[in-house]
């Protein structure tokens, strides 16, 4: 179990697994002045009120919930979203809404996962090669539908 410090200067609980085996943690929007309507393709920085200290080594990633992908077509401009260790600052979500429809953000509404994962820091290692594989250097769409 890894702990991390956080701040919660939301009036909303702490980010919370909705199930026991569950990667990512809900995040809610922290909007004390009200709902937030995100129009057709209109997209948003909703905070959080949350800020947290990563141990290095470690990220936060924001990542879309798949109901309100699936229900209401709003998803997050840049998924997964990267909070890195030294990053102090509130983790606000960068909503966007990708329906024909108007979509109202509420208060305490949860926006958004958080799957914290380690990660590795690398030292390039220049070459004139690389090993062979058998994909090669096939890109989009070289191993079929």
């Given at each position: ?6 701040i919660n200067s939301s009036r909303h609980p702490l980010p919370a ?129």
């Open positions: 179990m890894l702990t991390v410090p956080v697994y909705q199930t026991a085996h569950a990667a990512g943690l809900d995040l809610r929007a922290d909007l004390p002045g009200g709902p937030l309507t995100l129009g057709p393709l209109e997209r948003a920085l909703v905070p959080t009120g949350l800020s947290l200290a990563l141990p290095v080594g470690y990220e936060a990633q924001v990542r879309p919930r798949s109901g309100l992908a699936y229900k209401h077509g709003i998803g997050i401009v840049n998924s997964p979203g990267t909070i890195d260790a030294d990053y102090r600052g509130e983790i606000k979500v960068l909503l966007v809404n990708l329906s024909n429809e108007p979509f109202l953000v509420q208060d305490g509404e949860r926006i958004a996962q958080l799957v914290v994962a380690r990660h590795e820091t690398i030292e390039w290692q220049p070459t004139e090669t690389l090993s062979e594989t058998a994909r090669g250097a096939g890109g989009y769409g070289s191993t079929g539908k």
